[in-house]
């Protein structure tokens, strides 16, 4: 089951159904489904708060995933900060809100696949599965 939740924001604009659906697909196609996901759409104050909490990290991020995966079973909370998510958009997509949430979107679930990012070669890996993944996502 997949939730979406808001932590000082309001729900972004995104057709849930048809995301949930996307998520589902992205996730078989890694050989992975669906167990509990929680989507946590906040700001930046609650994000960098949660990023010290949990990782001691004292940054703003656009994306925290916590991995409770079992198996092929992928579960977790995934606290987006829709203010980075903003400030991302217009720096790196072109003003694209909408590509930026899908992205980040996205980019929780291939971390619960397996997928990495911070070693050698592994951003390039990551950026390449959110692209293939956007190409099926229904546009809104």
């Known amino acids: ?14 057709k849930k159904r048809e995301v949930t659906e996307w998520i589902k697909q992205v996730a078989a196609n890694y ?4 167990g509990e996901v929680a989507y946590i759409f906040c700001n930046d104050e609650k994000i960098l708060e949660v990023n010290r909490q ?3 990290h004292d940054y703003y991020t656009d994306i925290i995933t916590f991995d409770y995966t079992e198996g092929s079973r992928i579960s977790g909370d995934l606290f987006i900060s829709l203010d ?5 958009a217009e720096q790196f997509a072109d003003g694209d809100y909408h590509r930026e949430l899908h992205r980040v979107i996205i980019h929780g679930i291939l971390h ?3 997928i990495n990012d911070k070693g050698p070669g592994e951003r390039e890996q990551m950026e390449a599965a959110e692209d293939r993944a956007l190409k099926m996502v ?3």
């Open 138 to 140: 229904i546009s809104d």
């Open 54 to 56: 949990y990782l001691q």
């Open 84 to 88: 980075t998510v903003r400030t991302n």
């Open 112 to 114: 619960l696949c397996g």
């Open 31 to 34: 050989g992975k489904r669906v």
């Open 1 to 14: 089951m997949i939730t979406y939740q808001t932590d000082g924001v309001a729900m972004p604009d995104i």
